[in-house]
């Protein structure tokens, strides 16, 4: 029912409450409260009146469509092979973790599902497609274990429509700008990825984006470049740091245009992108007025390499997305602030040919620079997957000078080479605050090394009275168990309960149990 239901849609039966009530004709109410009205014997005008406009109230509250619908109910889901029954033990698992919150678990129940070749169980698919609504990183995966069945409920709800439209742009991600299907494609699913370039959300477009400049790289510069003026500059950033991707001299045009853009972070990582291009002319720039200030000179018999930061602002810097002008709350200085701006645009790679020195040497000489503070701000904001000797020398640096940038160094390194940048034992990564730092380099869907896992879980199965006065290890428990690799979870169990345990510890220990025991069932 409407909320305002107007004359002839049902809204007669209001007339007679501010007229009065008509004895010699009856309120027609519509069905099937009218229909009801008429089974009751013995009511008088106003009594009938009163129950007829008491049940209309009534759903009205609940907002229930009394009169008959005129829209055709949609098509019955299709029939889908890869689901998962209901009655699998898979599938009450799978329903479990999804009615959580961890992005952890709902990551690696996609990529399990894929491995078995399976489609999430009904039971499951709202919880899962809320989950891909509020995280956009978590629909790549999700997308392909949704099914038939899924996909079918997301045309059901405007707000999960991103799963069908995803699910079409996946399909279709050869599609270019607004064109028809490229080689190999169905017509209908290019136009789909052509709709959804055009209408669909900000993630779903990027998500696009992101798979076409991985397959054709000149494709998606295309598109970009049909659409980069209605793109505010948000946007412009995020689809630009997709160039990281297929990165090559056919994109220095389009880049080296967006060094006048008008979005700061626009501006900076098409510098830092093109800065990559080494025949690019603003790659060029950068290396004439970098090169001059790093230098070598004669001390007895050795020589030496020194660096001095530039002494004056250069006009043609506005060009380069360098701001001659430091921020007043910036702690550098205003030479150091020139110079950290023109470091963090060049490759890493330069400076091992520019001084022969490998990463290492680079990070002690520059310890007893003057300018030590420019040159790490400058080093940590260039560094790029390829930069994995750069990483490991950070990682070692003494003192911990990229501490605060140790869980993203890490994610730069294979996960078996991470191992030894991390406390030895279970004690010392509880005593050593660094739980953030094993955890935030394993993205969601990774999982720490079996050997380190085997360490962490025989700790978390013995540390009953650590939890009992630890509150920090309390919060980071679940996120090490979800971290685990699967194989380590055999055997494990939660400490054991104490007749004094709080009910907060309990929570845990019983939450740390429940997760095993669905990891396990995901994993049989």
């Not at 889908?80 to 699998?88: K, W």
């Amino acid at each position: 029912m409407s909320a305002n239901p107007e004359p002839g849609a049902g809204g007669d039966w209001i007339k007679p409450a501010l007229v009065g009530i008509d004895g010699a004709r009856a309120t027609a109410f519509p069905a099937p409260v009218g229909e009801w009205l008429e089974q009751i014997d013995g009511d008088d005008a106003l009594a009938r009146y009163a129950r007829g406009a008491a049940a209309m109230a009534a759903c009205r509250l609940a907002a229930v469509e009394v009169a008959p619908a005129e829209i055709a109910p949609p098509p019955a889901a299709p029939d889908d092979a890869r689901m998962i029954g209901e009655g699998e033990p898979l599938a009450q698992a799978l329903a479990a973790i999804f009615r959580g919150d961890s992005e952890r678990l709902h990551h690696e129940a996609c990529q399990r599902l894929a491995v078995l070749g399976r489609a999430l169980p009904a039971g499951a698919l709202a919880s899962a497609l809320d989950a891909g609504r509020q995280r956009a990183r978590l629909r790549p995966p999700l997308l392909p274990v949704l099914g038939e069945r899924g996909l079918w409920l997301a045309r059901l709800n405007p707000d999960w429509r991103y799963a069908d439209r995803g699910a079409a742009g996946a399909a279709g991600a050869g599609v270019e700008g607004q064109s028809g299907a490229g080689d190999g494609e169905s017509g209908d699913s290019a136009d789909e990825a052509a709709r959804l370039w055009q209408e669909g959300s900000f993630e779903q477009r990027l998500a696009l984006f992101a798979r076409i400049r991985a397959a054709e790289p000149a494709r998606a510069r295309q598109m970009l470049q049909a659409q980069l003026g209605e793109l505010p500059a948000k946007e412009r950033a995020a689809f630009v740091a997709e160039f990281d991707t297929g990165l090559g001299a056919d994109d220095e045009a389009l880049l080296a245009g967006l060094l006048k853009d008008r979005g700061r972070e626009v501006r900076r990582l098409a510098a830092s992108l093109l800065a990559r291009l080494p025949q690019s002319a603003h790659a060029q720039r950068l290396i004439a007025w970098l090169a001059p200030l790093v230098t070598q000179e004669r001390a007895l018999l050795l020589k030496r390499w020194t660096l001095d930061a530039p002494q004056a602002a250069d006009p043609d810097w506005a060009g380069a997305a360098i701001d001659a002008v430091r921020p007043q709350n910036d702690a550098l200085g205003e030479r150091a602030w020139w110079l950290y701006q023109l470091v963090r645009q060049v490759p890493l790679r330069w400076w091992r040919e520019r001084t022969g020195m490998d990463a290492a040497a680079l990070l002690a000489w520059a310890g007893k620079s003057d300018w030590k503070q420019a040159l790490h701000r400058g080093w940590i904001e260039r560094i790029h997957r390829d930069d994995a000797d750069w990483a490991e020398a950070m990682l070692d640096a003494p003192g911990r000078a990229f501490g605060g940038h140790h869980g993203e160094l890490l994610a730069l390194l294979p996960p078996a080479q991470r191992v030894r940048h991390w406390p030895r034992s279970f004690a010392d990564l509880c005593r050593s605050g660094r739980i953030d730092e094993v955890l935030g380099s394993c993205a969601p869907g990774q999982w720490l090394p079996l050997d380190y896992s085997r360490l962490v879980g025989a700790g978390l199965q013995q540390a009953g009275d650590t939890l009992r006065q630890d509150w920090s290890l309390r919060q980071n428990a679940q996120s090490l168990l979800e971290a685990l690799h699967p194989q380590a979870l055999q055997g494990w169990q939660a400490p054991p309960r104490a007749p004094d345990d709080t009910p907060a510890l309990a929570d845990c220990l019983a939450g740390l149990e429940r997760t095993a025991h669905l990891r396990r069932l995901l994993h049989a």
